[in-house]
């Protein structure tokens, strides 16, 4: 009953930005639910990047992008933002979108996936 919709993917060179988008529609509200991020490259497991409670409190981070992105909501948008600076090569992945109605967002509760977009980082 909820989609997620991802934008904002592309290609960029090691050094630069991005920022994600993941807007959210359905029959209930957006914030009832912890949204986050998560990147799958080829061949390797899916692998958690961010996540926010549903108030904006409490961002959390992969160690490998701590310090580089940062996740923010705007619940009257019904949108999840993933701004990503400082782009390297293993960042290359599909980006993608989650929402659980829990408090907090893990990879064994999320209820609801985007379709994913690509982000591409060239040395």
């Known amino acids: 009953q909820v989609q997620l919709v991802e934008t904002g993917g592309g290609s960029v060179q090691a050094g630069g930005s991005l920022r994600l988008s993941c807007a959210a529609s359905?029959?209930?509200?957006?914030?009832?639910?912890?949204m986050g991020w998560f990147r799958q490259a080829p061949g390797k497991e899916r692998e958690f990047v961010a996540g926010?409670?549903?108030?904006?409190?409490?961002?959390r981070y992969a160690d490998s992008v701590k310090g580089r992105f940062t996740i923010s909501r705007d619940n009257a948008k019904n949108t999840v933002y993933l701004q990503m600076n400082s782009l390297k090569p293993e960042d290359t992945a599909v980006y993608y979108c989650?929402?659980?109605?829990?408090?907090?967002?893990?990879?064994?509760?999320?209820?609801?996936w985007g379709q994913g977009t690509q982000v591409t980082v060239s040395s």
């Open positions: 989650a929402a659980t109605p829990a408090m907090e967002l893990v990879p064994s509760n999320v209820v609801y």
């Open positions: 359905g029959r209930t509200f957006f914030s009832s639910y912890a």
């Open positions: 926010i409670r549903r108030n904006g409190l409490n961002p």
